[in-house]
């Protein structure tokens, strides 16, 4: 094990003097699958803004897969709670979207371009999308459109991704659904990922790691390793091991939000 | 606009046409109305077949100006729209500068034109591209300005240039804005070439007008006036129609051609 996103004592204030992380440490091992959960505000989008190059810290330094972060990395899978889709291209051209841009897939898009849509297509499948390559965005369920962007943020095999409130926005059913499927491409792929929250219950379940984060200027206050077996499961969630995590971080959140008033 | 309605809908501005030429027609009747102050419309209809052949002759010059002065308009929208799009720095430069320029009644600017070109064809153009590209520009711009942050996001972590932003999102995203800004302004290239007719040119149809007129031939002056709108309306559902074909994601239908 080597740590893969590496993040030493930063600082990042933003244009008007607000200081939004101020003395951040935090290492997320390679293959590791790392949650950031912490209260509104305290600075989470602005850590994946920080992680992927999208804005330099103020102060401190960045390093990713053992290089220091200068720009935009450029193989990074991103996925929001909003699925930004592109509602003029099919499911399918939207999943070639990485594809069109990531070096060096973009030169080879043209010869090879069967190969890549049939990996697309396999993917599609194991997210269980079968079928819908030709169908547009508004054509889609919410939960189906998330499932698209989130194999939009794979398909050129990133060694990193980065999820800010991926299923934020889903159904409680839907979003159980999705963490099974998440955790199943993660444990195919073994990817390095870091996925910010609101939802307790998702870090513990998609986690090896979970990070929580004081209120802002945000750093991080506590590390809770979570050594549930895997694959885990609905299951899972109602083991008493599961809840007791899921309590201690919640007794965390809350002394953080009193802590401010 | 191509999904089934009902037949009321699609008889509907027809009636309405009717409705407002009868309208017309009763009101001059009833208060007998003076023909040169405001011709019946049969008389109207009547004058039109008797100079079809002056009407044609001016309408289809006026068709050619609006449509050149139109077509440079796009050129130019669209390459000011991209520019003041995509660059931060173009934008804030020249947006007092466009502002100003809008705010400036065309008309005022047909007689420096006649200083520069003589009376003509080139006045007529240049106005019509003066009233027209702006909307186009407005539209480009506004498409292109819209990037959901979040879509940047996922596009820069993956190494995209400012480029590939703009032909993969920004393009086709502004499409629709595109083509809704045409509609608009290829009447207002009418309203342009016509100003410029009526101000310095002897052809078109507003010249046609402008003569008629002096001439106290109220009639034909009508007449040119519902040859424009004609022409108008004609133009408008023509890009109403390339707009739904072309940009049909935006409204959400199910059968349209895929842009790119
Ligand atoms: N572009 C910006 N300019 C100025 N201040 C900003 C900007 N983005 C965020 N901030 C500030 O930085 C702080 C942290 O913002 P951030 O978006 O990282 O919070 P967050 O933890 O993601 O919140 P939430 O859980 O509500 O999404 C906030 O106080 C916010 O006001
Ligand atoms: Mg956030």
Request: charged share 15%; glycine share 10%; aromatic share 10%.
């Amino acid at each position: 094990m080597h740590p893969f996103v590496e993040l030493d004592r930063v600082s990042l204030s933003y244009g008007g003097g607000t200081l939004a992380v101020d003395g951040l440490s935090l290492t997320v091992e390679q293959g590791q699958f790392a949650a950031v959960v912490g209260p509104s505000g305290c600075g989470k989008s602005t850590l994946m803004k920080l992680v992927t190059g999208l804005m330099p810290p103020t102060r401190g330094g960045v390093i990713v897969d053992g290089q220091e972060v200068a720009g935009p990395l450029k193989i990074c899978g991103m996925g929001f709670q909003n699925p930004t889709l592109l509602p003029w291209r099919t499911t399918l051209r939207n999943l070639m979207l990485p594809l069109e841009i990531v070096r060096p897939h973009r030169h080879k898009l043209r010869r090879e371009r069967a190969g890549y849509e049939a990996e697309a297509k396999r993917l599609l499948a194991s997210v269980g999308l079968a079928g819908f390559e030709d169908k547009f965005p508004w054509q889609l369920s919410g939960g189906m459109q998330q499932r698209v962007s989130l194999c939009r943020a794979l398909i050129h095999g990133p060694k990193l991704l980065m999820l800010d409130e991926p299923f934020g926005a889903l159904d409680a059913f839907t979003r159980e659904e999705l963490w099974a499927v998440l955790q199943d491409v993660w444990m195919e792929r073994r990817f390095t990922g870091i996925l910010v929250t609101h939802d307790l219950r998702e870090a513990v379940y998609l986690a090896d790691v979970v990070y929580v984060m004081t209120a802002r200027p945000g750093r991080v206050m506590s590390v809770h390793r979570i050594d549930l077996p895997r694959p885990r499961n609905l299951e899972t969630t109602f083991t008493p091991e599961f809840g007791r995590l899921v309590h201690a971080l919640r007794d965390e959140i809350s002394n953080v939000r009193e802590a401010v008033r | 606009m191509s999904r089934k309605r009902p037949a009321i809908q699609t008889l509907m501005p027809w009636l309405v046409v009717f409705g407002l030429f009868g309208a017309w027609e009763l009101a001059c009747i009833a208060f007998s109305v003076p023909e040169f102050v405001l011709p019946r419309p049969t008389v109207v209809f009547q004058t039109m077949a008797e100079f079809a052949g002056p009407l044609w002759q001016h309408s289809s010059y006026t068709l050619f100006t609006t449509v050149i002065g139109f077509a440079l308009a796009v050129i130019g929208g669209v390459l000011l729209g991209l520019a003041v799009g995509a660059s931060p720095l173009v934008y804030h430069g020249l947006y007092p500068v466009l502002i100003g320029f809008n705010a400036i009644p065309k008309v005022a600017i047909v007689p420096v034109l006649v200083v520069w070109f003589g009376i003509g064809t080139i006045p007529a153009i240049i106005t019509a591209f003066a009233i027209s590209f702006f909307p186009i520009a407005v539209n480009v711009a506004t498409g292109l300005a819209t990037l959901e942050p979040e879509l940047e996001d996922v596009l820069r972590s993956l190494g995209a240039s400012k480029l590939d932003i703009l032909l993969k999102v920004g393009l086709p995203r502004s499409l629709p804005y595109f083509f809704a800004s045409l509609k608009v302004a290829v009447t207002l290239a009418f309203v342009g070439s016509v100003i410029a007719e009526t101000v310095a040119s002897n052809e078109g149809i507003g010249y046609l007008m402008l003569q008629a007129s002096s001439r106290f031939q109220i009639p034909l002056v009508f007449a040119g006036l519902i040859v424009i709108a004609a022409m108008g309306v004609v133009m408008y559902f023509l890009f109403a129609a390339v707009e739904g074909r072309l940009t049909g994601w935006a409204t959400r239908k199910t059968e349209f051609a895929e842009v790119e």
